[in-house]
């Protein structure tokens, strides 16, 4: 896979994200949500840290962790360019693609929506470029979420041992495109790990 295909490929990520996220952030109040179909629903969060809502204490953790950010994703940058340069598989390339894009728009949030929007609240939208400035310093912005699949949210049958009759939920957290781009990738290169590296 060439370097033009790889950086195609970031783009459009990059793209779907921010434009998903930039939609969410300014017509959805904190939390509001619409039911797609049944397991499927748009509810608008915000993240402070990494993934499954994982945070750094204290005033730096937040700084610390988007710093980590930034170096993560220039060794991730740096194993792309190189996977292109050494013509490696077509499969590697792609995840690796996908990889540094789900970084990278998350980055764009830690980082620049901060300074770039008005906060996020229960009852107001937020709007970008606010006239009094946005809710938080540069490399202090939160992470928009939206996206979550719940494939069970009801009473479990009786019958079944120890939790009959209890309420249970299945796949409950809230998450985005760059999210999904990173998994789909660590999901490849997992399933194709024989084509991605293959033995010389």
Known sequence: MSLKKSI??????????QITKIYIKTHFTLHDSVEVFGWFRIIFVENKGMAWGFELPGNYGKLILTLFRVVAITGIGYWLYDS????SPTILTFCIALIF??????IIDSI???????????VEIASFLPEGGGYESIFY?????MIQFTFY??????WIPFMGGKHFSFFD???NIADSAISIGVFLL???NKKAFPKK
Do not use: M
């Open 173 to 175: 957290p809230v998450f």
């Open 84 to 87: 292109v340069r050494k013509n």
């Open 153 to 158: 949210d009801d009473i479990l049958p009786d």
């Open 190 to 192: 997992i399933v194709f």
């Open 141 to 145: 912005g939160k992470v928009v979420d």
């Open 8 to 17: 195609l490929v970031i783009i459009l990520v990059l793209l779907i994200d």
């Open 112 to 122: 620049f929506y901060g300074i770039l929007f008005s906060e996020s609240t229960l």
């Open 101 to 106: 894009a789900g970084a990278f728009g998350n």
